[in-house]
């Protein structure tokens, strides 16, 4: 019996190794078995249908031919897909490889449809869709392309535009190897080097949608990285980012993420309640003077570590609007604590022992959690992260508030003109949670930063609305700063240009009379009161 042992051992692997169809594949990761039209992965069966493909670049044309729901082309996989569902998404498992969405190869220079819109490599409409890569290691499963503006393209080229609800990414690198080249470790043959060393608009994912989740993913390009921009609510979770300027999502929330900035503004702007970095990890290579937006909009940033060997200075924006009002907590440079901003340091909202905070970060069972739920959930409970019932016990456990909670503030007007003598200004505000635009602050105080010399009076300093009546008697125009806060720390700031009363214009003594003079010229005459 012990010598049957090893030879029926030996028989069943021999049989293993020569059933049809197994040893004919080899994928780049031995997780992944692929028999037959039988897909495994982590030694777990993933069943192929409707809503699950299976892509493999590696496959040839004729062996693709003898499976249903199996490709080798990302493109080709897009055109049969079929709109998923919150619980059952339609599914791209994808191989580790390089694919190219666009052929690098292909001398002609791309163009969009229409002179006002995008030139694409691949345009996808699929509600839920999710883009899976069979490693764990994001490097290993590649869609690139290498085009950008004036270089193969006639705009700025996009890789990909995805139209539709619930887009998702995992374990994916998405390329634009315009001007970055293209390291591929697991096969170095494909492997690629750059189109141009000229940075030029080389951009990544377009997306029209809500509830858009990206997981262990890589964004590499330079300039207008654009790594799914353009949804309502999105979180990337654990990702990396390689940018230049005017290149990340600015309504997005980052968490555990890295970056790598090569220059000094990665936001062109941010919108609705801005892009919030949570746990992140941000390595500058700029030269001087790092930002944060070119035009503007509300950044958050909490336990956030940058580390550079050639900054001097942290900005929200080249030139920061005292009005606005970003909010920080335990950001560093270099393992030291740094102030962002701290040249306008009013801009800055230190959350440190402030209920704000509550918004972004809580302790629970001397555990960090970063509550994304509160920013994430909007008004349908979205919970990507899966820690709503955590979140509700910490806040019971605890007793304040981690949900339902505004992190933006801001009054209406922000800007205003009035002249004293003659106008008063009401204000008010408007409060934001970050997935939703429904919320409400009450118990705001008011105060007013002015010069020595009154220029303004606030009525009442306390409430939802505030009155501002002028009282500048100087003979230029004042400003003031008129400064909302919440319980919560939450603020926001009006900005009021007072000017004197404007005195009529003097009367005439004698009236206007025009005569000509003997060189022939016309001349008036007249006396003011």
Same mark, same amino acid.
């Given at each position: 019996m012990k010598k049957l042992l090893p030879l029926l051992f030996a028989f069943v692997l021999l049989v293993l190794v020569w059933e049809p169809g197994y040893a004919q594949h080899h994928t780049l990761n031995r997780d992944i078995k692929f028999n037959n039209g039988r897909l495994f992965y982590k030694n777990k069966e993933i069943k192929l249908g409707p809503h699950a493909f299976y892509i493999d %670049?590696?496959?040839?044309?004729?062996?693709?031919?003898?499976?249903?729901?199996? #490709?080798? =082309? +990302?493109?080709? %996989? !897009?055109?049969?897909?079929?709109?998923?569902?919150?619980?059952?998404?339609?599914?791209?498992?994808?191989? @580790?490889?390089?694919?190219? +969405?666009?052929? @690098?190869?292909?001398?002609?220079?791309?163009?969009?449809?229409?002179?006002?819109?995008?030139? /694409?490599?691949?345009?996808?409409?699929?509600?839920?869709?999710?883009? /899976?890569?069979? !490693?764990?290691? %994001?490097?290993?499963?590649?869609?690139?392309?290498?085009?950008?503006?004036?270089?193969?393209?006639?705009?700025? /080229?996009?890789?990909?535009?995805?139209?539709?609800?619930?887009?998702?990414?995992?374990? +994916?690198?998405?390329?634009?190897?315009?001007?970055?080249?293209?390291? #591929?470790?697991?096969?170095?043959?494909?492997? $690629?080097?750059? $189109?141009? !060393?000229?940075?030029?608009?080389?951009?990544?994912?377009?997306?029209?949608?809500?509830?858009?989740?990206?997981?262990?993913?890589?964004? +590499? =390009?330079r300039l207008n990285l654009c790594p799914f921009i353009g949804g309502k609510r999105t979180l990337f979770d654990r990702c990396h980012f390689e940018s230049t300027d005017d290149a990340l999502n600015g309504r997005a929330v980052y968490l555990n993420c890295t970056f790598d900035f090569y220059s000094g503004k990665p936001f062109w702007g941010t919108s609705g309640a801005g892009a919030v970095f949570l746990n992140c990890d941000i390595r500058s290579f700029t030269n001087g003077e790092q930002y944060f937006v070119k035009s503007g909009g509300q950044v958050a940033v909490v336990d956030t570590r940058f580390s550079s060997t050639s900054l001097t200075y942290i900005g929200w924006k080249d030139k920061t609007p005292p009005e606005t009002r970003n909010y920080a907590y335990n950001v560093s440079l270099n393992g030291k604590p740094v102030v962002i901003d701290s040249r306008n340091a009013m801009t800055t909202v230190n959350m440190k022992d402030k209920q704000i905070l509550n918004a972004y970060r809580l302790v629970y069972n001397g555990t960090v959690l970063y509550n994304t739920y509160n920013l994430l959930k909007g008004e349908d409970d979205w919970d990507p992260m899966g820690i709503k019932n955590k979140v509700l016990a910490a806040e019971k456990a605890n007793g304040q508030q981690y949900t339902n909670m505004p992190i933006q503030l801001l009054v209406v007007p922000p800007r205003e003109n009035i002249e004293t003598?003659?106008?008063?200004?009401?204000?008010?505000?408007?409060? $934001?949670?970050?997935? !939703?635009?429904?919320? %409400?602050? =009450?118990?705001?105080?008011?105060?007013?930063?002015?010069?020595a010399d009154p220029t303004a009076s606030l009525l009442p300093s306390e409430g939802e609305t505030c009155i501002v009546k002028p009282l500048n008697n100087s003979n230029e125009v004042k400003k003031v700063y008129v400064v909302a806060t919440a319980p919560s720390g939450l603020e926001a700031v009006g900005v009021v240009h007072i000017s004197p009363p404007i005195l009529p214009a003097p009367g005439f003594k004698v009236g206007p009379s025009i005569y000509k003079s003997s060189n022939g010229t016309l001349n008036v005459d007249y006396v003011l009161n």
């Open positions: %670049a590696q496959l040839t044309d004729e062996e693709i031919k003898q499976y249903q729901y199996v #490709y080798n =082309s +990302i493109n080709e %996989a !897009s055109r049969h897909l079929n709109n998923g569902t919150e619980t059952n998404p339609m599914m791209l498992y994808i191989a @580790p490889y390089v694919y190219w +969405i666009d052929d @690098p190869d292909d001398p002609a220079v791309r163009v969009a449809k229409t002179e006002r819109s995008t030139p /694409f490599g691949l345009e996808i409409r699929c509600n839920w869709l999710k883009i /899976f890569g069979l !490693s764990d290691h %994001a490097a290993d499963v590649v869609l690139a392309c290498n085009r950008g503006q004036t270089i193969g393209a006639k705009g700025n /080229f996009t890789m990909l535009n995805i139209d539709g609800d619930g887009a998702a990414a995992e374990n +994916i690198t998405f390329g634009n190897y315009c001007n970055v080249d293209l390291e #591929y470790p697991l096969k170095p043959a494909l492997g $690629r080097k750059k $189109r141009a !060393s000229a940075i030029v608009q080389a951009q990544l994912v377009f997306c029209n949608g809500d509830k858009i989740l990206v997981r262990n993913t890589r964004f +590499i =390009s003598g003659k106008d008063h200004l009401v204000l008010k505000t408007v409060a $934001r949670e970050w997935g !939703s635009d429904k919320a %409400a602050v =009450s118990n705001l105080k008011w105060t007013m930063e002015q010069e």
